[in-house]
């Protein structure tokens, strides 16, 4: 088992940073990935960003690229997401997850752990 636990969602005004945490306890193995997905309402739950499980290789989706940095300084430390230049469509409830798997994977249905999610507001 891998339990998660998020931080740092809020209301924010657009073009304003925010910075979310997940930690991570339990089971882990080097292999895993470690990402963040959102969901709007009405949305599907979304790929954001994932990094390997000692903060290696990063991926991003479009959406974001450029805009936010996923990091890991070692295994035993949080995940963050840093989110740069927010826009109104970053509003979603933010869910930090797990892919106990080899590989990334930007599906949903490929992680096998999510934490309890963050509220992001961004107001234009």
């Known amino acids: 088992q891998v339990q998660l636990v998020e931080s740092g969602g809020g209301l924010v005004q657009a073009g304003d940073s925010l910075r979310l945490s997940c930690a991570a306890s339990?089971?882990?193995?080097?292999?895993?990935?470690m990402g963040w997905f959102r969901q709007a309402p009405g949305k599907e739950r979304e790929f954001v960003a994932a990094i390997t499980w000692t903060g290696g290789n990063a991926f991003y989706a479009d959406s974001v690229k450029g805009r936010f940095t996923i990091s890991r300084d070692n295994a035993k430390t949080p995940v963050y997401l840093q989110m740069n230049s927010l826009k109104p469509e970053d509003t979603a409830v933010y869910y930090c997850a797990v892919r106990n798997n080899l590989g990334f994977a930007v599906r949903a249905s490929e992680y096998g752990y999510w934490g309890q999610g963050t509220q992001v507001t961004v107001s234009s």
């Open positions: 339990g089971r882990t193995f080097s292999s895993y990935y």
